[in-house]
């Protein structure tokens, strides 16, 4: 199916609306929202300008469910009805563009900042390093519960699904890391139990969400605790659950090899598109910044694939990508004017400035 497929072809999902391509934007942390949570107008231009650059589907930054859950300065939050305004102007204006939209739903758990929320984080453990403490089982019951609110928050507002945020080191990551998860409750120990948590959203969400609501959920391979026959088993079950409409991998570089010996000889993409996925889109992220690799992913077996540093580079990566195969992202370091120009805010600048190493260039001393 996916060797065949072009950047330009369409992509139907289980539920909702197709992508018009399989080029989509990638989850990505701009810091240009209110320190309440509420959308930023910055935010909201980097988001539209994106769907008005004929991204198939174009996903908010990570919206954090609980106000103690927010791990960023200028973060989206998702958390209360107050959210709701903002959420559905982004929705209102990403459909207009022509885009399918989502909101990514996070919690950062022991990663939280209590400078920002004035709280104690909590994590699925005591942890000494950052001085969270462990979730009662209540809690992660409650926690669960939010997770789903916020994704009935989201198609309130008019946005066609949600993506859980599984990937990277956060919340639901932390259940997943297989050092640190000792507890004895339902939600400790075993792999089944430590997934459990993804399991039990997912099933809320699917039975208090309309049918055509879009689900999505992104994972990373390795790292974080993780270990690679652990995603491999859970992207498994996942997909064949048929519950989701698409997985997103997020592979840091889509065909490096991955740091367990067990798969040496394979890339990080192959651990996953080898796997049976039933109706579930399999989406990847990592490194893919020109027309040329976009496409070798599908033709070794993605759906889509997602967009990040090279959407920030270029607004209109799908529709330059789809009218030249050669097409390749402008080279860093890029200007800060050049930023400016595709719709880069002030915040989401001087976060690429001092957080991505040799993103930005630095002026030219007079």
Same mark, same amino acid.
């Given at each position: 199916?996916?060797?065949?497929?072009?950047?330009?072809?369409?992509? @139907?999902?289980?539920?909702?609306?197709?992508?018009?391509?399989?080029?989509?934007?990638?989850?990505?942390?701009?810091?240009?929202?209110?320190?309440?949570?509420? #959308?930023?107008?910055?935010?909201?231009?980097? &988001?539209?300008?994106?769907?008005?650059?004929?991204?198939?589907?174009?996903?908010?930054?990570?919206?954090?469910?609980?106000?103690g859950?927010?791990?960023?300065? %200028?973060? #989206?939050?998702?958390?209360?009805?107050?959210?709701?305004?903002?959420?559905?102007?982004?929705?209102?204006? =990403?459909?207009?563009?022509?885009?399918v939209?989502? !909101?990514?739903?996070?919690?950062? /758990?022991?990663?939280?900042?209590?400078?920002?929320?004035?709280?104690?984080?909590?994590?699925?453990?005591?942890?000494?390093?950052?001085?969270?403490?462990a979730?009662?089982?209540?809690? !992660?019951?409650?926690?669960?519960e939010?997770? =789903?609110?916020?994704?009935?928050?989201?198609?309130?507002?008019?946005?066609?699904?949600?993506? *859980? +945020? %599984?990937a990277? %080191?956060?919340?639901?990551?932390?259940?997943?890391?297989?050092?640190?998860?000792?507890?004895?409750d339902?939600?400790?120990g075993?792999?089944?139990?430590?997934?459990?948590?993804?399991?039990?959203? =997912?099933?809320?969400?699917?039975?208090r969400?309309a049918?055509?609501?879009?689900?999505? &959920?992104?994972?990373?391979?390795?790292?974080?605790?993780?270990?690679?026959?652990?995603?491999?088993? *859970?992207a498994q079950?996942?997909? /064949?659950?048929?519950?989701?409409?698409?997985?997103?991998?997020?592979?840091?570089?889509?065909?490096?090899?991955?740091?367990d010996?067990?798969?040496?000889?394979?890339?990080? &993409?192959?651990?996953?598109?080898?796997?049976?996925?039933? /109706?579930?889109?399999?989406?990847?992220? %990592?490194?893919?910044?020109?027309?040329? @690799?976009?496409?070798?992913?599908?033709?070794q077996?993605?759906?889509?694939? #997602? =967009?990040g540093?090279?959407?920030?580079? +270029? +607004?209109?990566?799908?529709?330059?990508?789809?009218a030249?195969?050669?097409?390749?992202?402008?080279?860093?370091?890029?200007?800060?004017? +050049?930023?400016?120009?595709?719709?880069?805010?002030?915040?989401?600048?001087?976060?690429l400035? @001092?957080?991505?190493?040799?993103?930005?260039?630095?002026?030219?001393?007079?």
């Amino acid at each position: 199916m996916s060797s065949k497929s072009s950047l330009s072809s369409p992509l @139907t999902l289980p539920r909702g609306p197709a992508l018009k391509n399989r080029l989509a934007l990638a989850p990505l942390t701009n810091r240009q929202s209110l320190p309440d949570g509420s #959308l930023g107008a910055d935010e909201f231009r980097w &988001l539209t300008k994106r769907a008005e650059g004929d991204f198939s589907l174009t996903m908010s930054c990570a919206a954090h469910v609980q106000a103690g859950g927010q791990g960023f300065p %200028g973060q #989206l939050g998702i958390w209360s009805d107050a959210h709701l305004p903002g959420l559905e102007r982004l929705a209102s204006g =990403i459909r207009a563009a022509g885009s399918v939209s989502s !909101v990514q739903i996070q919690h950062s /758990g022991c990663r939280a900042k209590p400078e920002l929320t004035g709280q104690q984080p909590v994590a699925p453990w005591d942890d000494a390093e950052t001085g969270a403490r462990a979730l009662s089982t209540a809690e !992660v019951e409650q926690l669960v519960e939010d997770f =789903i609110l916020a994704a009935l928050r989201a198609e309130r507002a008019g946005f066609d699904g949600v993506e *859980l +945020h %599984g990937a990277h %080191g956060y919340m639901l990551g932390q259940f997943l890391d297989t050092r640190n998860v000792q507890r004895s409750d339902r939600y400790g120990g075993t792999f089944e139990n430590r997934s459990r948590i993804l399991f039990e959203i =997912i099933d809320g969400i699917r039975s208090r969400a309309a049918r055509s609501f879009q689900l999505g &959920l992104r994972l990373s391979p390795e790292r974080f605790g993780l270990t690679l026959p652990e995603s491999r088993a *859970l992207a498994q079950a996942m997909m /064949g659950s048929g519950q989701l409409d698409y997985l997103d991998m997020s592979l840091w570089d889509v065909f490096s090899e991955p740091i367990d010996e067990a798969f040496k000889g394979k890339t990080l &993409l192959g651990c996953f598109t080898e796997l049976e996925r039933g /109706g579930t889109r399999l989406g990847v992220a %990592g490194k893919i910044m020109d027309a040329a @690799t976009a496409q070798r992913c599908l033709d070794q077996g993605a759906d889509f694939v #997602l =967009i990040g540093r090279g959407a920030i580079l +270029h +607004h209109d990566f799908p529709r330059r990508a789809i009218a030249d195969p050669g097409f390749a992202s402008a080279e860093l370091p890029i200007s800060a004017e +050049h930023l400016r120009q595709e719709g880069v805010g002030p915040a989401f600048l001087d976060y690429l400035s @001092t957080a991505w190493q040799n993103f930005v260039s630095k002026p030219e001393q007079r």
